[in-house]
RNA sequence: GCCGAAGUGGCGGAACUGGCAGACGCACUGGACUCAAAAUCCAGCGGUGUAACAACCGUGUGGGUUCGACUCCCACCUUCGGCACCA
């Protein structure tokens, strides 16, 4: 062992160790109970950044710990590897997309392996290997055929700059969420998942999830917008027309003053057709037509009336039809009907359009609402009025009847409605999984068969400066022969959205060579589910949404037997500088490389999960990193002071009854294990085990420096200091393997079994009681720990100092704590 | 506007079940070592106050519950995140 911390030639050292060892390959099949960890694959753009160190840091923690308890881990890692950003660089350099991409992975391949990173690397996927996206295109057509993927002519979101359709997922604030660029609207042909198939199941099973954060289950639920509610049905006066709306509020049916359509309404035009109103609507139609829903929603409301009327069912009151910027086309029936007294956004436009207000649910029975005091809509429950068999009737319970009266008439029926909407996943984009379909002018559309699967992706491509996907210009790609009749078709050009490729990744890593199926059953339920997620909260929606989606598809499929992918999540903060999120454009960017560069992997780990605890944002230091390189020295120096006591020094007898400072060592030896245990597999704070572990290395320290060596109980101190060295492996492991091997360990400390605290040692013989007076500490003594709350008092009671303190008082209560406290009462 | 999280020294943070507020680290101050510096080691480090003790104040603000509140309850303020005409 060397006298300094080399931590270039040690970190090199262990990581070649590794490798050649294979010590961190796992295992399909076997006895041991599994843990599956997992951190959210990268996007290979280039270099890690802080973030991805802190995620995978994070992860190692938890991997390395579970291994040492004695699991089969599976950690793998592999590459979100298709996406834009290679398109881009090759239009910018030149570069063939796949070139950039496989160069990207190498680098930060080497990278993650700097980190020092448990991973089994002969799992590694990259969802751009054919490999990989060929099941990607498989499990597509098993959608396919069960009816969850079809195509439509829909009006959908268009980045101009990203030249492709988007998710509405992908839209932030009416902007592109790769680029910010406004998004426009475009009719298109588009294929969809039809993950509102499982909208109740989604929202069900988050109950299921008590391992996941509630932030990220409620923006989930939101997202799905469940509601309950009636579909009613109003007659068009004098056609066959009819209007279906959806409502919440089907107990404010007799209040409705109008009726309104959202401007792609089919009726709308149809309706005004030679009216007086004709000209008014196509213009409002026109203008409304080609605003963004955020333009739309973010404008005040406007609307028109279209010159037509429809018939109340309920009351047969004939109530003017018109078409406003407020009602959105895609949710519900894209028609809602106007109860201004009894929804805020009914009142302000009947105000503003001097539209009637009729008032039908009272706050209480006999308490008459007046509409001349009204300055806001009534949307609080209260009692059915002007409703006329319904009235007096508690409007809760008037929903339940106006359903069941709807549904007896044939004028409407109960219904839930979600705001989640099918999944868009075409892409007008080279960089992405083809889609397997071939369109034959005779046959239709027809599904790629599977023994042609992949349909592969040509890496010898040209980029033309108009945007479009080489693909189209690519007749050996898009020419094919019809898998139905023979006959010449061609091939779709889309690809699939990169969330495709990163909803079942996690299942790939489970049999990431097979060459005869997506996943292989057997070893896929072994493994699922992922016992441990960790990742970006920003993935909150999107990517776990997805993939909560198709576990459960390939649940009904019969692929597997788990229908929840992640068991547990870890949603880490991001790692800012200067208080904000770093970035080039900022300038406040710090470079792994250049840490991992100057201090060690080790270092850069330990002061990523040192400085916060996980699921916080992290304020990046300097000086703090200093300071964790710093302790990783201290941790050295004290090995190395005392290796040669350490060596071969007997292990410490449980039984034996130890003394003063040398109880106090083990004492808090043991109950640095039971701590950073607790810490590490319990709550995820390694922020606090790392400071355990060095309390427990400043106390070593105090030990070696108080107790001359002769003095010295080397089985304690040896205890100690291996301790010291398998606590901290999980977070620095190369200097753990470098200090083992220093203290005459053979093999990997790795492979050592995690320490186990021992209770006994943790046992104090005296512990500091504070007396309070009225609450307030007054005092600190030392008593015997084992004294009962009666003894304690008595004891306590008794001591002159204690009795200085309340005289010429009187004691009105004593409330003692054993090994805590007592507080003394008076008055 | 609605929903959620958070507010603790100069800074990052700790206090897990209502029981000593500020663990651990950073920064800073003083000392040791050194010709000197760096590194290292030792000590101090919330505020008012005192010669020094004592005492008092102190976890965003105001109230409450309790022997006892950073922790529980009510109201409010600020910051961050999500949703936002969803009928």
């Given at each position: 062992m060397q006298e300094q911390y080399n931590f270039k030639e040690i970190e090199n050292k262990w990581q070649q160790y590794w490798e050649q060892q294979e010590i961190y390959k796992v295992e399909d099949l076997s006895e041991r109970p599994k843990y599956y960890c997992l951190e959210m694959f990268?996007?290979?753009?280039?270099k890690l950044h802080m973030g991805h160190v802190r995620n995978y840091s994070i992860g190692d923690v938890v991997a390395r710990c579970k291994s040492m308890q004695g699991y089969d881990v599976l950690h793998p890692m592999g590459w979100d590897a298709f996406g834009l950003p290679a398109e881009n660089a090759a239009i910018k350099h030149g570069i063939p997309p796949a070139t950039w991409t496989w160069d990207n992975i190498a680098h930060m391949r080497s990278q993650l392996k700097q980190l020092g990173?448990?991973?089994?690397?002969?799992r590694e996927v990259a969802t751009c290997h054919p490999e990989y996206y060929k099941w990607g295109q498989w499990l597509f057509l098993q959608l396919y055929k069960k009816g969850l993927c079809y195509k439509k002519h829909a009006r959908v979101n268009w980045c101009p700059d990203c030249a492709t359709v988007l998710a509405n997922e992908q839209v932030v604030e009416g902007a592109c969420?790769?680029?910010s660029s406004t998004v426009v609207q475009k009719q298109l042909d588009q294929w969809f998942f039809r993950i509102t198939e499982y909208s109740q199941r989604l929202l069900d099973d988050l109950?299921?999830?008590?391992?996941?954060?509630d932030k990220v289950k409620t923006m989930q639920e939101n997202w799905i917008g469940r509601s309950e509610g009636a579909e009613l049905t109003f007659k068009v006066d004098g056609t066959e027309d009819e209007i279906t709306v959806f409502t919440?509020?089907?107990?404010?049916?007799?209040?409705?003053t109008y009726m309104v359509l959202a401007?792609?309404?089919?009726?709308v035009s149809k309706l005004s057709a030679?009216?007086?109103e004709e000209a008014a609507v196509t213009q409002f139609v026109n203008r409304v037509g080609k605003q963004t829903e955020l333009a739309r929603t973010s404008s005040e409301k406007e609307g028109v009336f279209i010159g037509a009327y429809c018939i109340?069912?309920?009351?047969g009151e004939k109530i003017p039809i018109l078409t406003a910027n407020?009602?959105?086309?895609?949710?519900?029936?894209g028609a809602v009907m106007g109860v201004p007294a009894h929804d805020e956004r009914d009142f302000e436009f009947a105000k503003k359009y001097n539209l009637p207000i009729k008032v039908v649910?009272?706050?209480?029975?006999?308490q008459e609402l007046r509409l001349e005091e009204?300055?806001?809509?009534?949307?609080?429950?209260g009692v059915m009025a002007?409703?006329?068999?319904?009235?007096?009737?508690?409007n809760r319970q008037g929903i339940r009847k106006v359903i069941q009266y709807a549904e007896e008439q044939g004028v409407g029926r109960g219904i839930i409605n979600y705001r989640l909407r099918d999944w868009l996943i075409s892409r007008q984009r080279y960089w992405g999984n083809p889609i397997p379909i071939v369109y034959c002018e005779k046959c239709g559309a027809l599904p790629v068969p599977?023994?042609?699967?992949?349909v592969m992706l040509p890496t010898d491509v040209e980029f033309k400066p108009?945007?479009?996907?080489p693909l189209k210009s690519r007749p050996d790609f898009v020419n094919t022969t019809c898998p139905e009749c023979g006959g010449p078709a061609q091939r779709e050009t889309d690809t699939m959205d990169t969330f495709v490729d990163s909803s079942w990744y996690f299942l790939r890593?489970?049999?990431?060579?097979?060459?005869?199926?997506?996943?292989?059953k057997e070893k896929a339920d072994r493994w699922m589910g992922v016992d441990q997620y960790i990742g970006g909260?920003?993935?909150?929606?999107l990517h776990l949404l997805y993939s909560r989606f198709f576990t459960k598809v390939f649940y009904d499929l019969g692929?597997?037997?788990?229908?929840?992918?992640?068991d547990n999540l870890l949603t880490q903060g991001m790692v800012l500088k200067d208080g904000t999120k770093m970035s080039k454009s900022k300038g406040n960017v710090v470079s792994p490389e250049e840490i991992i560069a100057r201090y060690g992997a080790d270092t850069a780990r330990l002061f990523i999960l040192f400085a916060?605890?996980?699921?916080r944002d992290l304020e990046w230091s300097d000086r703090g990193v200093e300071g964790s390189h710093r302790f990783l020295n201290r941790v050295w120096r004290l090995v190395y002071s005392v290796k040669d006591q350490v060596i071969g020094a007997p292990a410490v007898d449980a039984n034996k009854n130890y003394v003063g400072v040398h109880k106090e060592m083990r004492r808090l030896t043991h109950y640095a294990m039971k701590k950073v245990t607790e810490d590490v597999t319990?709550?995820?704070n390694f922020n606090t085990a790392i400071s355990t572990i060095m309390e427990l290395v400043n106390g070593i320290h105090t030990y070696r420096d108080k107790v001359a060596e002769v003095e010295r109980d080397a089985s304690i101190l040896a205890e100690a200091i291996n301790s010291t060295i398998i606590l901290l492996t999980p977070f620095a492991p190369h200097i753990a393997e470098e200090l083992w091997a220093a203290t005459g360990h053979q093999g990997s400390v790795h492979k050592e079994p995690w320490p186990v605290f021992d209770?006994?040692?943790?046992?104090?013989?005296e512990v500091e009681i504070v007396v309070q007076i009225n609450g307030k500490v007054r005092e600190r003594l030392n008593v015997?720990?084992?004294?009962n709350p009666a003894e304690l008092q008595q004891y306590v009671m008794e001591l002159e100092s204690v009795k200085a303190l309340i005289t010429g008082k009187q004691v009105v209560k004593i409330i003692p704590v054993p090994g805590k406290l007592i507080n003394i009462v008076v008055k």
């Open positions: 990268p996007y290979p753009s280039g990173l448990s991973y089994d690397w002969q969420e790769r680029c109950k299921r999830l008590p391992g996941w954060p919440t509020r089907p107990d404010t049916v007799y209040g409705v401007a792609e309404h089919p009726l030679g009216t007086p109340n069912p309920f009351n407020y009602v959105l086309y895609h949710y519900g029936t649910i009272y706050p209480k029975e006999n009204m300055t806001e809509a009534y949307t609080q429950d002007n409703s006329g068999p319904f009235s007096g009737t508690p599977d023994h042609q699967l992949p108009t945007g479009e996907s890593y489970t049999s990431p060579r097979d060459g005869e199926q997506a996943w292989d909260v920003e993935h909150a929606i692929l597997l037997s788990v229908d929840e992918p992640f916060a605890p996980p699921e319990g709550r995820f209770p006994a040692a943790l046992v104090e013989d015997s720990a084992t004294l």
